[in-house]
């Protein structure tokens, strides 16, 4: 959602600021403003629209040389678009500026009283009551900013982070987070905030992980963590295992088509250090083995790409346990009363660790009395801090909002989490464990095969070009590959396109059928599922029967589907279950170049963000 950074040291804030901003792109934001202050005075600068927008103000309007500043690209949840509606909002006064992710969800009282009490609110945001309601507590608290911030927290409900500069106190920058990602970089003699370390990492490599609940006041050579209540409070240090180069297109024309070539390395860098010298796993999970034998249920909960990562999973540690395990998308989770206790695992996954419908999943998980294991790609992020336990996947930094990378290393992740269940209750014996490591461990070498085989399908999303809607179908695990493939072409191209469990095509779905329509059909191994692989041979007749244009993604080898295909996608031979970690692969490269040949901005699709913060 939207992006935050504050910076406080002896540079120039506009320059580190922008440049942040810039990072923070991928992010998904409709407007962009700055503030600093100089020589005890307060100067912003906003524009609706992108940040070249922001850019191009600041050309014509200059802002004073400073060292202390504030920025933001805001995705928008309450007003239009518009100036008046980015960030940052300022008091009556023109003395403190306040930017903001999340929402207020008492701001209609707040913004009442603010009304009633003679003050004049210029937008129509939530965000504009904090800097009212700083206005007054600043000189409740006796000119302190970070008093202030205190006090208004509390009167605050919903998920917020807020960062606020003060004319009066030039020197420092105060943060506030509840339910929203905030963390601070550290450098030699400068200070950062920001939603997400990307913003700062140019600078500096070393971060603070923030809790629930704190503010943080910010100077060029120090950093205090209270609690709303004021007590100081302990926070953990951690460095950034990736640097800036890692966030750069090198070489690509797109973020998405980088992070899609970086699949290999993301996949083997999610295994390293997991696979012991005997072929066993070794995960540092931070659960006890006796509780893992002792898990009864898994429940997996996610949003999104990452709610299809946990369908695979489900396939997976199904077969490979036993245990009975459901799949809840993260936003209907605690509403329909689950039945969890304490020998029910649930399983949270997050790309960003800040996803709040799966956020507060976790917590309500832990109310409950279930164990909550998260699996991550965002070191010191507030879903692993509040879960039990933490599988980090190594994907790096994922900068294009339509998950690529991310994705797969997911994958990765809930197979090593199946598989060390199996190994550590005696699900599996020690030897068929370590042939399905082995063959994952293969997996970075097949993926990098299908990269370099994937031409065809760019050529064929050139000629889809004008097609109005997509069909994908799958069985087992091909059903989610299925629906993943169907939401990055909604998601990049802004057309329909629909997931469909094969077997269900003739109870409704194959109604959508024309002549020509665009089929694409995920084959399994014909190996091991001969009956699953037979029936989706069959679903190819169905609907080419009815004169659709089928695409067929099926294993080299695999003769049987050759006189029905269309247009037929080969992928390496591979088990059934790890599958989806070749498939996948032609669906994203299909939807990046039909997005590209359509125009679109690829990297930054219409209406979505890279990280939901707020339900």
């Known amino acids: 959602m939207c992006g935050i950074v504050g910076y406080v040291g002896a540079k120039q804030a506009l320059e580190v600021v922008v440049s942040g901003l810039r990072r923070l792109e991928y992010r998904g934001y409709d407007s962009a403003g700055v503030a600093v202050v100089s020589d005890s005075v307060l100067v912003t600068r906003k524009r609706a629209g992108k940040l070249v927008n922001l850019e191009s103000l600041l050309g014509a309007e200059p802002l004073p040389e400073s060292t202390t500043g504030i920025g933001h690209t805001r995705w928008a949840t309450h007003g239009v678009p518009n100036d008046a509606n980015a960030h940052p909002h300022v008091d009556c006064s023109g003395r403190i500026a306040v930017i903001h992710n999340g929402i207020i969800e008492n701001f209609a009282e707040l913004r009442a009283e603010l009304s009633a009490g003679g003050h004049s609110l210029d937008s129509d945001t939530d965000t504009e009551v904090a800097a009212h309601l700083l206005e007054e507590a600043v000189e409740r608290a006796g000119g302190s900013l970070a008093d202030a911030m205190r006090a208004v927290c509390a009167r605050l409900e919903g998920a917020f982070t807020l960062v606020a500069i003060d004319s009066r106190s030039p020197d420092l920058v105060v943060g506030a987070r509840r339910n929203s990602p905030l963390v601070v970089g550290v450098g030699d003699g400068e200070m950062f905030m920001a939603s997400d370390v990307a913003a700062f990492i140019e600078y500096t490599r070393d971060a603070l992980e923030l809790g629930q609940d704190q503010v943080i006041e910010l100077r060029a050579d120090s950093v205090l963590v209270t609690d709303f209540a004021g007590n100081p409070v302990e926070v953990r240090a951690f460095r950034v295992d990736w640097d800036a180069s890692a966030a750069e297109k090198g070489?690509?024309?797109?973020?998405?088509?980088?992070?899609?070539?970086?699949?290999?390395?993301?996949?083997?860098?999610?295994?390293?250090?997991?696979?012991?010298?005997?072929?066993?796993?070794?995960?540092?999970?931070?659960?006890?083995?006796?509780?893992?034998?002792?898990?009864?249920?898994?429940?997996?909960?996610?949003?999104?790409?990452?709610?299809?990562?946990?369908?695979?999973?489900?396939?997976?540690?199904?077969?490979?346990?036993?245990?009975?395990?459901?799949?809840?998308?993260?936003?209907?989770?605690?509403?329909?009363?689950?039945?969890?206790?304490?020998?029910?695992?649930?399983?949270?996954?997050?790309?960003?660790?800040?996803?709040?419908?799966?956020?507060?999943?976790?917590?309500?998980?832990?109310?409950?009395?279930?164990?909550?294991?998260?699996?991550?790609?965002?070191?010191?992020?507030?879903?692993?801090?509040?879960?039990?336990?933490?599988?980090?996947?190594?994907?790096?930094?994922?900068?294009?909002?339509?998950?690529?990378?991310?994705?797969?290393?997911?994958?990765?992740?809930?197979?090593?989490?199946?598989?060390?269940?199996?190994?550590?209750?005696?699900?599996?014996?020690?030897?068929?464990?370590?042939?399905?490591?082995?063959?994952?461990?293969?997996?970075?070498?097949?993926?990098?095969?299908?990269?370099?085989?994937?031409?065809?399908?760019?050529?064929?999303?050139?000629?889809?070009?004008?097609?109005?809607?997509?069909?994908?179908?799958?069985?087992?695990?091909?059903?989610?590959?299925?629906?993943?493939?169907?939401?990055?072409?909604?998601?990049?191209?802004?057309?329909?396109?629909?997931?469909?469990?094969?077997?269900?095509?003739?109870?409704?779905?194959?109604?959508?059928?024309?002549?020509?329509?665009?089929?694409?059909?995920?084959?399994?191994?014909?190996?091991?599922?001969?009956?699953?692989?037979?029936?989706?041979?069959?679903?190819?007749?169905?609907?080419?029967?009815?004169?659709?244009?089928?695409?067929?993604?099926?294993?080299?080898?695999?003769?049987?589907?050759?006189?029905?295909?269309?247009?037929?996608?080969?992928?390496?031979?591979?088990?059934?279950?790890?599958?989806?970690?070749?498939?996948?692969?032609?669906?994203?490269?299909?939807?990046?170049?039909?997005?590209?040949?359509?125009?679109?901005?690829?990297?930054?699709?219409?209406?979505?963000?890279?990280?939901?913060?707020?339900?």
């Open 251 to 615: 070489g690509y024309d797109l973020f998405m088509l980088k992070e899609i070539a970086e699949q290999p390395k993301a996949v083997a860098d999610t295994l390293l250090g997991r696979i012991g010298p005997n072929g066993e796993l070794r995960l540092d999970l931070g659960l006890p083995e006796e509780a893992l034998r002792d898990i009864d249920k898994v429940v997996i909960t996610a949003c999104g790409t990452a709610y299809h990562a946990g369908m695979i999973a489900k396939y997976a540690i199904e077969h490979w346990t036993r245990i009975p395990c459901e799949v809840e998308l993260a936003s209907e989770f605690r509403y329909r009363d689950p039945i969890l206790g304490r020998r029910t695992l649930v399983i949270a996954i997050s790309q960003s660790g800040e996803t709040m419908d799966t956020l507060m999943a976790v917590r309500y998980a832990r109310e409950q009395g279930a164990r909550v294991l998260a699996i991550c790609n965002t070191n010191g992020s507030t879903i692993p801090r509040e879960s039990d336990a933490v599988l980090y996947t190594h994907a790096g930094p994922e900068v294009a909002v339509a998950s690529t990378k991310a994705f797969t290393t997911q994958v990765v992740a809930v197979y090593l989490v199946g598989l060390y269940l199996a190994q550590v209750r005696g699900d599996k014996f020690g030897d068929e464990v370590r042939a399905i490591i082995r063959e994952l461990a293969d997996m970075p070498r097949k993926v990098d095969i299908v990269l370099d085989t994937v031409e065809p399908v760019r050529e064929l999303a050139r000629q889809l070009k004008d097609a109005t809607s997509v069909l994908f179908i799958g069985r087992h695990v091909g059903f989610p590959v299925a629906l993943e493939g169907a939401l990055k072409l909604k998601e990049l191209a802004y057309m329909h396109a629909e997931g469909f469990a094969a077997g269900e095509l003739k109870h409704g779905p194959i109604a959508l059928l024309e002549p020509g329509t665009p089929v694409v059909v995920i084959v399994p191994s014909p190996l091991g599922r001969s009956v699953i692989h037979d029936k989706i041979v069959s679903n190819i007749q169905e609907v080419r029967a009815r004169g659709a244009l089928t695409i067929v993604i099926a294993e080299e080898g695999d003769e049987s589907v050759e006189a029905w295909a269309d247009h037929l996608i080969r992928v390496p031979v591979c088990p059934t279950l790890l599958q989806p970690l070749v498939a996948t692969i032609p669906l994203q490269v299909l939807a990046c170049e039909l997005a590209t040949a359509k125009g679109h901005d690829v990297d930054q699709p219409r209406n979505l963000a890279k990280s939901v913060t707020v339900e």
